[in-house]
């Protein structure tokens, strides 16, 4: 992609004018000044559409942004740029962006709790603030960023709480849209292990970039630096900086060398390249000739695998151990050996198979083979594999069980053999012997099972540090003993990448006791797009569109991460009283009915007898928590509920003009096919229901205008109607409307729209129209029932016996 005009002006302000800067900054000036060689770098640039930002509830009212870096990128800038619109409600607010490298940012802007069990770190973030009628503009650096996704969400500050009216009131529009800046090396040096690689650095503003891949199964890296020459009489003064950067905090290993140095990173990421960043620190015109070597240690499994032994494995029907293979111990598939002609090696860790099951989206399964449990012995240390690495794994929750078994002795008898055997710690697969009977003994004494969730490679020396870190990052320590012999760990949104469980036995009194010691763990893990399934007052809703990720709504107001936190929850004594409200209120409708009947307006009765029954039971279904009542699909109901209310207040009004009763039925079935179309495009939008309104006032002011000008006098004539039926039915209508538009909010829901469906309801009673003056009241009953009746014509005066 050719940069243009514009982007080549920005991918100015890309390089640093100096090459050290810390590894994130984050600057709200344009910046600038000069940079290295540029016919060694390749610039590139990114663009993102701009999103309308939300005020913040839950994860759902963040936009999520996904930026690709592409490898040996040294220097990376985002330019965030947010603006607001032009309304009478625009004000100055904050934007809040969080960043994350390889999976969705854990946010929590509410400051609300996270389930128990759950190890939280959050995002690195800033907030800029965003004024009347002017654009934010905002650059965010990383130097030497980490290859691969980067996400970042944004936000406005906590929602207030009111229920937005659609089409009366306009909020403002804000928006936000990150474009990516990257400068890319490409003549990055690639080390050998152990091979010495000569260079020079003749220009302290151009540092060296190298890099060297890790295999799978090594243990650590040694760095060596040396052989450090100057041409003058300056220190030989060098800063190597090993890894790559992630917000928020440093991730890379530093070493300030003056002369020869060397260094050695533990648990390095396996099947990566790992850059290696050579700068001098010595004055202009300083040139420095040095020495660069690596190599590693390998870690080995402590048997050998074969096909064969995997294959027994996953049918979990061997009856012995193979020759040269072990039923337990099965290398992870795939996994290459790390480079090692100088023979450091150690068998250092037993590998479990584990094999990953698809489920659906964000939702999968691992299944540990072999026995029931995994075996864990003091040295070495059992390590298993789950592969999170597919790129569409990290928008749910892993969830991590650990349960403890402690042997002693196993003793197994069979009936048809008659025959009994003792064994300890040997475990045999008993699913092609069902008679077969199974006792355990554990005991551990003051032993316990140490481990540790690590991504992109395992700990291996548990002994050594006793800590729960690789070479950049911490990882996820867990500890089974007998006393706590269950533990759960759970990590929103893991980070893509092939994620490392370590199990070893721990003795406080020291190895030789742990010699006598085995366990066996039961190992549970999964990936679910929502912990718990956001539990019984949340819904788990998956997000996004491009990439899939999921965030809890939470009701009754519970809330939290995973709608756990019960500080402002509902009794359940409140959500009864809410339902019964929003209920029962419908029952003021029947006063409404019995007018209708009474005047016979039959059509007008039945509008209302439909539209109590399904406002009923909707907000019976709608509400959270256990007060809840679905009578058919939600989605049916909620249209029911509004096309009953928008059609009960169009007949209402028609009714109310008194037209023929030909034209007045036709307008009836005419304007409730509109009414059912338009809430079929939108039901939320207020003029779905004011459109109606305002057609039927027009044309009801129409008819008594008519009569007025025609009778040449006030329309209706009496000033008891006016009285005693208009002017308290208009007064209610009004009040209703204004609480139904600006006091109804998410806190006082169930008050307010009860009393809207009070107010509605008590309005329709007293605007309904007497009858007809030769029609008497109830005599729609005795024309249901009765079979013969004397049918009147009002113009002719002739009676007939039909």
Known sequence: MAPGPLALALLVLLAPADPSPPAEEARSSNGGGGGPDDRSFVAEYFVQGAQKLSFYSWYANARLFRFRVPEDTVQLRWLLQASQ???????????????????????????????????????????????????????????????????????????????????????????????????????????????????????????????????????????????????????????????????????????????????????????????????????????????????????????????????????????????????????????????????????????????REDLDVVSLHFRVLGDVGVPVQAEPPALLLFNLNSGMDSGGTLVLNLALNQVRGLTWHCPSWGTEAGLLGERRQLSLFPALSLQTGWSLGNASVWACLSASSPVLSVNATRGCHTAFSQGYPLNVSTSSPDATLIIPYPETANWFLSLQLLCPEGVGECDKAKAQVSVVTLL????????????????????????????????????????????????????????????????????????????????????????????????????????????????CDFFGSVVSIWVTVLCMARLEKTLKYVLCVLGTLFIAMSLQLDRRGVWNMMGPCLVALLIMIAAWVHRGVTRRDCYPPSWKRWAFFLCPGITLAVVAIMVYAFIQTKENYFYTHSIWHILVASSVAFLLPPGDKLQNPWDWSRKLLCRYQICKNDREELYAVT
């Open 85 to 355: 619109g032009r309304g009478p409600d625009c004000g100055s607010t904050n934007v809040t962006v969080h960043f994350r490298h390889g999976a969705p940012p854990v946010i929590n802007p509410l400051g609300t709790q996270f389930p128990a069990n759950t190890s939280v770190r959050l995002a690195y973030n800033l907030t800029t603030t965003l004024a009347t009628l002017v654009q934010n503009t905002t650059f965010v650096n990383v130097t030497g960023p980490a290859a691969g996704d980067w996400f970042m969400v944004a936000h406005l500050p906590k929602a207030a709480g009111k229920i937005e009216v659609k089409g009366i009131s306009t909020p403002c529009t804000y928006s936000f849209q990150p474009d990516m800046f990257v400068l890319r090396v490409i003549d990055s040096l690639i080390l050998e292990p152990d091979t010495p690689a000569q260079q020079t650095i003749a220009q302290p503003a151009r540092p060296l970039h190298a890099k060297i891949f890790v295999p799978s199964y090594s243990a650590a890296l040694h760095f060596e630096l040396g052989g450090c020459k100057v041409n003058t009489s300056s220190p030989c003064a060098l800063r190597v900086t090993l890894g790559s950067a992630t917000l928020p905090s440093r991730s890379q290993k530093v070493l300030n060398c003056s002369g020869d140095c060397s260094g050695v990173l533990a648990s390095p990421p396996w099947e990566k390249w790992l850059p290696i960043t050579v700068e001098s620190l010595s004055g202009p015109g300083t040139s420095i000739s040095f020495q660069l070597k690596a190599s590693f240690t390998v870690c080995k499994p402590d048997r050998a695998s074969s096909f064969l032994s995997f294959y027994h494995s996953l049918n979990r029907s061997q009856e012995a151990p193979l020759p040269g293979g072990s039923p337990n111990a099965t290398l992870l598939t795939g996994a290459g050996a790390a480079h090692n002609p100088l023979g450091q090696s150690s068998r250092c860790l037993r590998n479990q198979p584990v094999i």
């Open 528 to 639: 679910s797009p929502c912990f718990d399934n956001c539990g019984t007052y949340g819904q788990c809703s998956l997000l996004g569109r491009s990439y899939p990720y999921a965030g809890c709504s939470c009701k009754a107001g519970w809330s939290g991460w995973s709608c756990t936190e019960d500080t402002k929850a509902q009794p359940v004594g409140t959500q009864i009283l809410a339902t019964l409200l929003l209920t029962l209120s419908n029952l003021f409708f029947l006063p409404a009915i019995a007018v209708a009947l009474y005047h016979y307006h039959l059509v007008e009765a039945s509008v209302y007898t439909f539209n109590m029954f399904f406002s009923t039971f909707y907000h019976a279904c709608d509400q959270p928590g256990i007060a809840v009542m679905c009578i058919m699909d939600y989605d049916t109901l909620q249209f």
